[in-house]
């Protein structure tokens, strides 16, 4: 059965810090997934990460996959107040295309 | 292009009652999944279709079923609700069968 593991489950930062958050799963992916959700609203897509060593960048976020380690990462450069928000990373495991295991989500919440 | 829509956006309903739910997907996408949201069980996948067909199906007992019409839309029913059924009830679709999942406003389901 797949698992996906996120850590931190919390991260309260500073604007301007640098931070990463953490993905891990626990068997083969075809594909690995980064989602933003605000409170009381519903899932934005941030990413999509296809192979080994893929790398994506939006503004001050970007994701990476090392599908070898199992491990995908979301890099946070000089937070600002609007990017606090809940993060989840979420894999889809081979031969069940469609089917996201999610993470447990990392609350992010960015101070002045 | 216009997003994909839920309905209804809140409910309440009471033990033992069923409830149909409803989602609209993006035009032109063909696949529509269905995922529970809870704050002590995270983000859980139901089941997924694509042209009328239940391609996966979550670890969740037989209260729940969904289906999917010609036009794509698709709705899911709870029957003999229990109080542990309440939840937000995301809704996703994809063009196709591994592409992105965007997601709806979702429907939060108060059992009482």
């Known amino acids: 059965e797949l698992k996906v593991e996120q850590n931190p489950l919390f991260l309260s930062m500073q604007e301007g810090k640098n931070y990463t958050i953490y993905c891990n799963y626990s068997t083969t992916s075809d594909r690995l997934y980064w989602y933003r959700q605000d409170p009381g609203k519903s899932l934005e897509s941030l990413f999509v990460l296809l192979s080994n060593g893929a790398v994506k960048q939006e503004g001050r976020l970007m994701a990476s996959l090392d599908t070898k380690a199992r491990l995908s990462t979301l890099h946070i450069t000089a937070a600002v107040h609007d990017l606090s928000a809940t993060y989840f990373c979420?894999?889809?495991?081979?031969?069940?295309?469609?089917?996201?295991?999610f993470g447990t989500g990392t609350r992010l919440q960015v101070t002045l | 292009k216009a997003g994909v829509t839920q309905t209804p956006r809140y409910l309440i309903k009471t033990r033992g009652q069923q409830v149909t739910l409803s989602c609209s997907p993006i035009?032109?996408?063909?696949?529509v999944s269905w995922y529970q949201q809870t704050p002590g069980q995270g983000l859980q996948f139901l089941f997924e279709?694509?042209?009328?067909?239940?391609?996966n199906k979550g670890n969740f007992p037989g209260r729940f079923s969904g289906r999917q019409f010609s036009n794509s839309r698709s709705e899911m029913n709870v029957s003999t609700l229990e109080l542990g059924d309440s939840a937000l009830y995301l809704c996703a679709s994809a063009a196709q069968v591994e592409e992105t999942q965007y997601f709806g406003p979702g429907t939060r389901l108060l059992v009482l």
């Open positions: 979420a894999v889809e495991g081979t031969g069940t295309a469609s089917k996201l295991t």
């Open positions: 035009s032109g996408h063909r696949s």
């Open positions: 279709y694509f042209s009328e067909t239940q391609r």
